[in-house]
Structure formats: C-alpha cells, structure tokens
C-alpha cells in the first residue's frame, strides 16, 4: 500500500486506493484526498478544483510514485510562489506509490491537524458538466 510522508511534521500515512474514501476535494487518491482522509489538513482553496495554488507541495522523494502533470495542472502552477521543479498541486497529485512530500514554509501556516482553515471551494459554485 503507498505510502505519503508529510514534511516537515514528519507524519507519514499509508492508505489502499481501493477502499480509502473520497473526500469529494482534488483527484482521488491525490495528497490532497490522502491528507484530508487522515486527519491532516492541506489548504485547499479552490476545493481541489485546480484553480488556486494554495495546495502547492513539493515531492522529495518518489517522483516516479505520482501520476504525470497535465497541461492544465502545469499552467496552474506557473502561478504559484516559490516554484522547483519538484513542485505540484496536491490536489492534482495522485499518489500511486511511496513518496515524501514537503509542504512549502510559506504554506504552512494553513496546515493544521483537523483542518479549520476557509475553503472558497464550498463558496464558488462549479459549473455542473453537461
Ligand atoms: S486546491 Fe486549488 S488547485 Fe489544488
């Protein structure tokens, strides 16, 4: 089962993509979805819907353990602060095998067990698809 490590709390969470819950927040499966299914609050102001950065994280190690960035992930994140090329939104991120994240210092005031930061995801309607 993969396994995540969140830096720098050190907390690392092991989870089965085939019966972990979704958490209706980013790609299932994502460090998003993996951290809000463990307790562990990523900021995630846009609901997961690709359209912030404030779920930018970096992956230190396992890169080859995440789903590939889309086109449309990768222009998001052009307009994120504190870019490296191991940087990605976690809500974009699928997790498919062991790796070590690292929440950026300039994020990680929003990070806190349990969660209780604002979400405009719930206040901006997304459009349903057709
Ligand atoms: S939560 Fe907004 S882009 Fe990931």
Request: hydrophobic share 35%.
């Amino acid at each position: 089962m993969p396994k995540v490590t969140f830096l720098p709390e050190n907390v690392t969470v092991e989870f089965d993509p085939e019966t972990m819950p979704y958490s209706e927040h980013g790609l299932k499966a994502s460090v998003l979805d993996v951290a809000l299914n463990n307790g562990l609050h990523l900021e995630h102001a846009c609901g997961g819907n690709n359209a912030c950065t404030t779920c930018h994280i970096k992956i230190k190690e396992g890169m080859a353990n995440v789903s590939e960035m889309e086109d449309d992930e990768a222009d998001r994140l052009d307009q994120a602060a504190d870019l490296s090329l191991n940087s990605r939104l976690g809500c974009q991120c699928v997790v498919t095998g062991d790796i070590v994240i690292e929440i950026p210092a300039w994020n990680r005031n929003y990070v806190s067990e349990g969660g209780g930061s604002m979400n405009l995801g719930d206040a901006i309607p997304v459009p349903a698809k057709k």
